[in-house]
């Protein structure tokens, strides 16, 4: 179509992925905006739009208005906008549900994915996020020695304690004898934080478990916080000088403690984080669906009880198991699922994009 084309998504891991599928250069929407930490604001607007004619966003669904608004801003006349994202999966942490009113309004044309192709039905991850979608109860194989699908039950107890037991076995016996490497291939993800089976007690067992201590690792504390040569850990702020983004991933390769820096590897880039920036950073063994949305894993394992009870929704379980590439393993209760399945989302949204999108069609010269 001869059209020059940007493309973006909200954060790094996104922007990862968008890039490999396409093999193109793709950036995270504050970069492709150019972003300026001085005056924390973009550098392009609608006085200085982006010079290309068609911008593709991916997880459009983690867009919050003060994003959305932004880039479509900095959009020239005549532009193509295209938009990709899945509305069943969570919304974004700031306010809004921009994808969602979107496409409610049915004034913005609209391709749904509806088919599951012949490579992916028999899936069971596929299956049971299709039946969590419909508020079913997924079916799910009960965990074995020698599973036959790739979606996987374990009951786990009806006590966090007994879930956190759980967690340990499947990393120390089944995750290896499955034939996956425990310290890349895993991901634990969790509704919340706190909690013995949120990411805060969860990270510092599958720290134990992973990437004990050892007189060849050196560590450090900070905050109260244990770091360890090996660690896997994520950027919980974006570092505009660095290149590196809320959600990034990143292996601590060397802790120097005369001068209290820790060297991470980000993919490519290799940055020295010094006392300062320390807060920046946090062991990613486990963590928050929320921080998950926008990655894959090859491996997810999802602890599900009713403890974090207002926390439990279908979107959350949804978002869990689709980030799930070849193996994702439930642990909890079954109560907690149904619980999770009666539940859309954990806090309804009171926005008017929709309405005002409505109105600006039926009445052109009215400003949305």
């Not at 604001?41 to 669904?61: C, M, Y």
């Not at 867009?63 to 994202?85: E, M, N, R, T, W």
């Not at 907690?336 to 069609?361: M, N």
Request: proline fraction near 5%.
């Amino acid at each position: 179509m001869g059209k020059s084309i940007a493309l973006a998504a909200p954060t790094g891991r996104a922007a990862q992925r968008l890039s490999e599928i396409t093999q193109l250069e793709a950036k995270t929407i504050h970069c492709l905006l150019e972003f300026d930490p001085k005056t924390m604001g973009f550098k392009r607007d609608n006085q200085n739009p982006l010079p290309h004619t068609a911008i593709v966003a991916l997880e459009a669904s983690m867009l919050d208005l003060f994003l959305a608004s932004s880039l479509v801003k900095a959009i020239q006349y005549g532009s193509q906008l295209l938009l990709v994202g899945d509305i069943d999966q969570l919304p974004s942490v700031g306010p809004g549900q921009i994808l969602a009113d979107l496409i409610n309004s049915g004034h913005v044309p609209v391709v749904r994915l509806t088919k599951v192709f012949r490579q992916a039905q028999q899936s069971a991850i596929i299956t049971s996020a299709h039946q969590i979608n419909r508020s079913q109860f997924p079916t799910i194989e009960p965990i074995s020695d020698n599973p036959v699908s790739e979606c996987l039950w374990h009951g786990g107890g009806h006590h966090p304690k007994h879930g956190v037991k759980a967690i340990s076995e499947i990393i120390t016996d089944l995750i290896p004898r499955l034939g996956y490497n425990r310290a890349t291939d895993v991901q634990v993800l969790c509704p919340m934080s706190r909690g013995l089976l949120g990411t805060r007690n969860l990270n510092t067992v599958l720290q134990q478990l992973i990437n004990p201590p050892s007189p060849d690792k050196v560590e450090i504390t900070r905050g109260g916080n244990l770091l360890r040569e090996g660690d896997r850990i994520i950027q919980l702020t974006n570092d505009y000088n660095h290149e590196i983004f809320n959600g990034d991933f990143g292996i601590i390769k060397a802790i120097d403690l005369e001068e209290i820096e820790v060297t991470v590897q980000y993919g490519k880039h290799t940055v020295v984080r010094t006392r300062a920036d320390l807060n920046q950073i946090a062991l990613a063994w486990s963590f928050t669906i929320h921080q998950s949305q926008g990655s894959e894993y090859p491996v997810v394992i999802l602890p599900i009880y009713t403890q974090p009870y207002m926390m439990l929704s279908r979107k959350q379980l949804y978002t869990a198991l689709t980030c799930a590439k070849q193996l994702a393993i439930v642990v909890g209760s079954k109560k907690a699922i149904s619980k999770a399945l009666r539940s859309s989302d954990g806090q309804l949204r009171y926005t008017r994009l929709q309405q005002r999108l409505e109105s600006a069609f039926l009445h052109p010269t009215i400003a949305i």
